[in-house]
């Protein structure tokens, strides 16, 4: 796969993450004001994550930096969403394995 892929991939999720976030602070009303931090931490990595996934075609092992970030993004911000969408945090399973996408992610750039 062609490493510049993951500029695209960036500027998605890029516009994704700004999209939300906008979202979050001007439309979301949960009942539950808490939930209003759950977005804003979601929002948070997502658009730190979708600016990082930029440097991916610099790095040594670009589809496994870019993969673990995309997945990260996707499973620990996607999960946020979820659970601060539908204000319930039985669906907050799948957040850890984002985390530790995350974690994958930049360890590998140790590599």
């Known amino acids: 796969m062609d490493p510049r ?16 976030g906008t979202y979050g602070a001007h439309g979301f009303k949960p009942k539950n004001p808490s939930y209003k931090e759950v977005w804003h931490t979601a929002s948070l990595y997502h658009l730190v ?13 670009p589809n496994i930096f870019g993969g673990l970030l995309t997945t990260g993004i996707l499973a620990f911000s996607g999960t946020c969403y979820l ?3 539908m204000e319930d945090r039985k669906y907050s399973r799948v957040a850890p394995l984002g985390g530790f996408a995350f974690i994958g992610a930049w360890a590998s750039l140790l590599l």
Do not use: Q
């Open 5 to 20: 892929i993951w500029h695209k991939i960036a500027g998605l999720s890029g516009v994704a993450a700004l999209g939300l």
């Open 49 to 61: 994550h979708s600016a990082a996934l930029l440097a991916a075609p610099m790095t040594t092992r």
């Open 83 to 85: 659970v601060a969408y």
